[in-house]
């Protein structure tokens, strides 16, 4: 079945610092969708990318979803306390499920 | 506009007993899933209904599971006979249209099961 690997697990950057988490699927993906997890919380939408190449920005956040349709990438510039958190990266295909990565936990330090 | 609700919050059972989990899907939302994510982990697919009808339950496990989405009231996942395997966070997502491959799905904050 498809799975969908994220990387790194954890990451622990100073503020100010730039992020960025991957993730791939095994298989070719009709959409990725992106959210993030604060400890305790419930996952929240930041975006959904569909095109082969797709880049979207957000604030400090800049998502890619590559050619092939089979990763992206969340980067984010200048990071801040409130960017804490787990992101998650899930892939839609013709199923009703969606298939998360195990997300990467970031930290930010002041 | 409300959100997607879901409780109880936080549920606490001994080995053996019933789980309850409800979940109110987002208004205007017919589509409703559910989620488990143990701790560290991602979250994992279970099942997926319309009302009154069980459309993808994949990723159920075979025996002590169930849920529905009665006509009226919420969706409810069942967990029979439970095992201290089973103490996980669930979340419930909903969405306009239905599947992964269409519309955003948005989720509840969750039901917190500690099995004891």
């Known amino acids: ?110 | 506009n409300a959100g997607v609700m879901q409780n109880p919050r936080h549920l606490v059972r001994r080995r053996g007993q019933e789980a309850r989990l409800r979940c109110s899907p987002m208004k205007g939302h017919s589509h409703v899933y559910w989620y488990r994510q143990l701790p560290e982990e991602g979250l994992k697919f279970m099942v997926y209904l319309q009302k009154e009808n069980i459309i993808d339950e994949s990723g159920m496990p075979k025996e002590r599971f169930s849920a529905e989405f009665p006509k009226e009231g919420p969706s409810i996942l069942r967990i029979q006979q439970v095992v201290r395997g089973d103490s996980a966070a669930y979340f419930c997502a909903s969405s306009p249209v239905a599947g992964a491959g269409g519309d955003t799905q948005y989720f509840g904050p969750g039901t917190r099961l500690t099995v004891l």
């Open chain 1, 1 to 110: 079945g498809q799975q969908v690997m994220q990387i790194p697990q954890y990451q622990h950057v100073q503020e100010g610092e730039d992020f960025t988490t991957y993730c791939n699927s095994s298989t070719t993906l009709s959409n990725i969708q992106w959210y993030k997890q604060r400890p305790g919380g419930h996952p929240v939408f930041l975006i959904q990318l569909v095109k082969s190449g797709e880049v979207k920005k957000q604030k400090r956040l800049t998502f890619q979803f590559g050619e092939a349709k089979k990763n992206s990438s969340l980067h984010i510039t200048a990071t801040q306390t409130t960017d804490v958190g787990t992101y998650f990266c899930a892939g839609g295909n013709s199923g009703y499920a969606l298939n998360f990565g195990k997300g990467t936990s970031l930290l930010v330090t002041p």
